[in-house]
């Protein structure tokens, strides 16, 4: 069975884009999470989403956002990136909320 | 609110055990887990246990849970160079994400 695949694995942005970064969870899983991973700030929970609909959401700015297909792929959208939004992003894939949490390889966003 | 506590390093030779420490604060933590990440890898789920269980073997990793003290340990015997990682210990409230992780430990096995 194939894991949680994140895409893209890596990105190098610029002050002010916007970027868009996909999750494919493990087939039947239809609850996606996802976390930021900072050195300072360790892992720190963004979204989770089951069945199209958003769950529970962290204490991030309005600029992160993200939604899930019918399908339970998942995509997050950061707008006006910033510096300290440079970290590596991780989504996780459970059968349904509540359950054990498999996570992907990440993606790693640079801002410069 | 949660919390979740762990010790920045632990550094052993390989052949001997591994003890691996974490305290957590919410009392209703249901489910608690211990992940382990590899330089520029995802998390990888080792093992996990119920709050209502004291002790969960599963090969060379054994997880001891104390709910009084809310201590959680994971210990992994004949420890190789290839446990070198980052383990992150989670606590989850049934049926209630998000995971709270600690800021991990990392383990440095020496040959």
């Known amino acids: 069975k194939a894991g949680v695949t994140q895409t893209p694995r890596y990105l190098i942005k610029t002050r002010g884009q916007q970027v868009t970064l996909s999750c494919s969870p493990i087939?039947?899983?239809?609850?996606v999470s996802w976390y930021q991973q900072t050195p300072g700030q360790g892992l720190q929970f963004l979204f989770e989403?089951?069945?199209?609909?958003?769950?529970n959401k962290g204490n991030f700015p309005g600029r992160f956002s993200g939604r899930q297909f019918s399908n339970s792929r998942s995509e997050m959208n950061v707008s006006t990136l910033e510096l300290g939004d440079s970290a590596l992003y991780l989504c996780?894939?459970?059968?349904?909320?509540?359950?054990?949490?498999?996570f992907g390889q990440g993606t790693r966003l640079t801002v410069v | 609110g949660e919390d979740v506590e762990q010790s920045l390093f632990l550094s052993v030779r390989e052949g001997d055990s591994s003890v691996i420490n974490c305290t957590y604060t919410?009392?209703?933590?249901?489910?608690l887990y211990w992940y382990k990440q590899e330089p520029g890898a995802g998390l990888q789920l080792l093992t996990y246990?119920?709050?209502?269980?004291d002790m969960k073997q599963d090969q060379r990793l054994t997880v001891l849970l104390n709910k009084k003290d809310k201590h959680l340990s994971l210990r992994i015997a004949d420890t190789q160079t290839g446990d070198s990682a980052i383990y992150f210990c989670?606590?989850?409230?049934?049926?209630?994400?998000?995971?709270?992780f600690g800021k991990g430990t990392r383990l440095s096995v020496i040959a």
């Open positions: 989670a606590e989850s409230v049934l049926g209630n994400t998000p995971l709270v």
């Open positions: 087939s039947g899983h239809r609850s």
């Open positions: 996780a894939s459970s059968p349904k909320t509540g359950d054990e949490a498999f």
């Open positions: 919410d009392s209703s933590s249901t489910y």
């Open positions: 989403y089951f069945s199209e609909t958003q769950r």
């Open positions: 246990i119920f709050s209502n269980m």
